[in-house]
């Protein structure tokens, strides 16, 4: 089956830097997007940046210029560099993989979506 697992939330200073990633395994033929979601407390969940499997960047306003995606696609992983960390942006990070086409249940399957279990990022101020 397919499984996303993120690593590297923690906390951090305001100020500070961390790099979150997420790893698909499975038998994972290709994979549309990925990117990576926040949900802070009471509030919804959120896109932070986006990117496609050709190389294309979206980001939400309030980490342009903070924020960088990137990706391997040959390991089928996404990265988050957050750098000048601002205690708003203290939420679980959630990855997603989007378009995925991969064995699932025993069958080839495609345009299926696949979310990890979350990361905490916790900016102190």
């Known amino acids: 089956q397919v499984q996303l697992v993120e690593s590297g939330g923690g906390l951090v200073q305001a100020g500070g830097s961390l790099r979150l990633s997420c790893a698909a395994s499975?038998?994972?033929?290709?994979?549309?997007?990925m990117g990576w979601y926040r949900q802070a407390p009471g509030k919804q969940r959120e896109l932070v940046a986006v990117?496609?499997?050709?190389?294309?960047?979206n980001y939400v306003d309030s980490v342009k210029g903070r924020f960088t995606i990137s990706r391997d696609s040959a390991e089928n992983t996404v990265y988050l560099q957050m750098n000048s960390l601002k205690p708003e942006d203290t939420a679980v990070y959630y990855c997603n993989a989007d378009g995925v086409a991969a064995i699932f249940a025993g069958a080839r399957r495609s345009g299926m979506d696949f979310w990890g279990k979350g990361t905490l990022v916790t900016v102190s101020s």
């Open positions: 990117i496609t499997s050709g190389g294309r960047t």
């Open positions: 499975g038998i994972i033929f290709s994979i549309n997007a």
